[in-house]
C-alpha cells in the first residue's frame, strides 16, 4: 500500500513557473517508476512524465525543453518543475506510483495558467 501526498499547483501567468511536489509513503519498493500526469477539462488523462528508481526520464514531446521531472529516493518524493508555462499546460495534474504489484494516484493539484 502506497499513498501520495502532492502539493504545489497554483494560478500564474504565461511564462511563469511552479513546481509540483509529492511524497510517497507505506510499503515502496526499491524499483518502481513514479510519474505526473495531466487532465484538462473534456480531455483524457495523458502521460507529462515519468522517472524510475534508476533515474531514467521520459517526458510528453509538448513540455520537452519546459519542464523537468526528478526524484530524491531518500525522500522518496518526486518533483515536476515547471517553467515557460503556456494557458495549454492548465489541467489538473496526478501523481503516480507503479511498482510490479500495483499502481497509486495522488489526489490530483489544479494548476491554471492566465493572463
Known amino acids: 500500500q502506497v499513498q501520495l501526498v502532492e502539493s504545489g499547483g497554483g494560478l500564474v501567468q504565461p511564462g511563469g513557473s511552479l513546481r509540483l511536489s509529492c511524497a510517497a509513503s507505506?510499503?515502496?519498493?526499491?524499483?518502481?517508476?513514479m510519474g505526473w500526469y495531466r487532465q484538462a477539462p473534456g480531455k483524457q488523462r495523458e502521460l507529462v512524465a515519468d522517472?524510475?528508481?534508476?533515474?531514467?526520464?521520459n517526458y510528453v514531446d509538448s513540455v520537452k525543453g519546459r519542464f523537468t521531472i526528478s526524484r530524491d529516493n531518500a525522500k522518496n518524493t518526486v518533483y515536476l518543475q515547471m517553467n515557460s508555462l503556456k494557458p495549454e499546460d492548465t489541467a489538473v495534474y496526478y501523481c503516480h506510483y507503479s511498482n510490479y504489484y500495483h499502481g497509486s494516484w495522488g489526489q490530483g493539484t489544479q494548476v491554471t495558467v492566465s493572463s
Open positions: 522517472i524510475t528508481s534508476g533515474g531514467n526520464t
Open positions: 507505506g510499503s515502496i519498493f526499491s524499483v518502481n517508476v
